[in-house]
């Protein structure tokens, strides 16, 4: 059954359980990839920028702000990082260099606002944002990629797989294959699922982060953006409710988490996917996700593991040099028939 629950991914018994395994990564790996920054100008004036690693068969040494790559392009894959994330998160990082030691070229993009840099338009990006995607996507194709594989993280995941759905059976054929990790496929169930005392200290990290992108938002805007509101939010239920989803064409929280669920979405995929969640995910209930949905689909696999926490998946025994669990596991996905 493409439901499967395993134990292949082992712990250190220094990380006794998902909290442990969540933050252990965070704040003590360092992955340095050599990436190369490009920024795109989107349709709408905004830009986003995108970083190319290259597997060793296709080095460039090109430092120019547009990139151009050799005529023989090997695999791509297009990586989307969590919320409040970017290109440089360990989990992005290490995927990026274990993937271009095997022979993939690597396209991690940062969503609006996320490089460092206040994106310009009035909107930021979200959970069920995927024109950014198409863009990156689109813009992979017209150099020259003619094998896409897309792998997202958390919020990234969910984009990824809503990406899949709502394209369907008209996905562009160079896209092969999709894999995810952690993904909070039902909105609302993870919302509330990070309001448990448990789970404070994720909540307290992602609204800090987010506080000065409204503040940064509420200068260019004004008009859009009362600082004031900020006093109400509490959870992120209350951020999504005043900010996210009137901002983005919402009618509040509730619309939003409904209409950007990849868990409404995943019945259409059309191309081999992978989705692989901790059971002892802090962030993300296992229970919240459609296991019965993906069942009955020959082509999605929901991988559920004992541990790992949230876009953990530290080890005990490394396999590969120093790569993750995870690591390893995407690269099996995407190099098998």
Known sequence: MPVI???????????????YQSIYPALFRTINPSYQRERLTTPDDDFLDIDWSFSKKNKTTDKKETVNLPTS?????????????????????????????????????????CSGEINRQLRFYHSGETTDL??????????GYTEINLMGFSLGGNVTLKYVGENGANINPAIKKAVAFSVPMDLLACSRNIEKPENKIYLWRFLKSLKPKVAAKAQQYPEHFDLKKWKSIKTFWDFDHVYTGPLHGFEGADDYYQKSSSKGFIHAAAIPTLIVNAIND???????????????????????????????????????????????RALTFLTEA
């Open 5 to 19: 629950s395993t134990n292949t991914h082992r712990p250190p018994s220094w990380l006794p359980n998902g909290h």
């Open 73 to 113: 392009l090997p695999p791509l894959v297009i990586l989307s990082h969590g919320l409040e994330g970017s290109s440089t998160r360990q989990y992005v990082t290490g995927m990026v260099k274990f993937l271009t030691t095997n022979g993939f070229d690597c396209l991690a993009w940062n969503y609006r606002s």
């Open 134 to 143: 198409e863009f990156v996507i689109q813009y992979a194709l017209a150099k």
């Open 282 to 328: 802090p962030l993300v209930p296992y229970q919240s996700l459609p296991a019965d949905v993906i069942a009955n689909m020959p082509n999605v696999w929901l991988e559920l593991t004992q541990s790992g926490g949230h876009c953990g998946f530290r080890p005990d025994t490394f396999s590969h040099k120093d790569a993750y669990w995870s690591e390893v």
